[in-house]
């Protein structure tokens, strides 16, 4: 079983950067994909950024050129570096994994590990 930890969150202002992490309980090998969601009150949860099992990248068009996804394989740690945020950026932000090349119906909210969670919220 997996069990992936976020930590990282927290208040910033608009403009301002955060990093977030997640550790998972069992080593994450090459044949996971790994990933960042994110879901605010009254929406649906939606992906942000994930890393495929070959190291591919991909982001939601939301925050293309302002976020970076990265795993540390050595630490078993993914993160989520966060700059230039907006207001809009506010959410629960989720890691996921899932034992595949990539995630089922990205950007959707398809993986078989969840993390609980982690809250942002950007201030203007």
């Known amino acids: 079983q997996v069990e992936l930890v976020e930590s990282g969150g927290g208040s910033v202002q608009a403009g301002g950067s955060l990093r977030l992490s997640c550790a998972a309980s069992?080593?994450?090998?090459?044949?996971?994909?790994m990933g960042w969601f994110r879901q605010s009150p009254g929406k649906e949860r939606e992906g942000v950024a994930t890393?495929?099992?070959?190291?591919?990248?991909s982001y939601a068009d939301s925050v293309k050129g302002r976020f970076t996804i990265s795993r540390e394989y050595a630490k078993n740690t993914l993160y989520l570096h966060m700059n230039s945020l907006k207001p809009e950026d506010s959410a629960m932000y989720y890691c996921?994994?899932?034992?595949?090349?990539?995630?089922?119906?990205?950007?959707?909210?398809?993986?078989?590990?969840w993390g609980q969670g982690t809250q942002v919220t950007v201030s203007s």
């Open positions: 890393i495929d099992s070959g190291g591919v990248t």
């Open positions: 069992v080593y994450i090998d090459r044949t996971y994909c």
């Open positions: 996921a994994a899932d034992r595949r090349p990539s995630f089922r119906d990205w950007p959707q909210g398809v993986a078989s590990y």
